[in-house]
C-alpha cells in the first residue's frame, strides 16, 4: 500500500522593507508574518527567519484576498490558526 501525503511549508518571519521600516508597524497588533508567496519580490526580504508552518491545506488562496500576499498573524492566535488551517508552528527558541 502506498499512502502520499501532501505538507506545505510556509516561513514565518518579520517583514522589512528597502527602508528597515518594519510590517507589520511596531504599533501594529500583529506580531508575525506567514510567508505564504514563494516568489517574494526582490525588494521584500525575510528580516527574522521566526519559524515554519507545515500545513495541510494550501494557503495561497487565503493569501491571495491580503493586500501583501502574506497572512499576519498574533501570537496569541497561533493555537487557533493551527486548528483552523491543520497545520503546526515550529517557532526558533530564544
Known sequence: MKINQEFFIYPVGTFYDPNFES???PESKYDLILYVNSNLEEKRSISSLEGYFISNKNLSKLASNLAEGNIPIRKENIDFFESKYEG?????KK
Not at 88 to 92: G, I
Open 88 to 92: 503546526k508552528f515550529y517557532l526558533n
Open 23 to 25: 510590517y507589520p508597524d
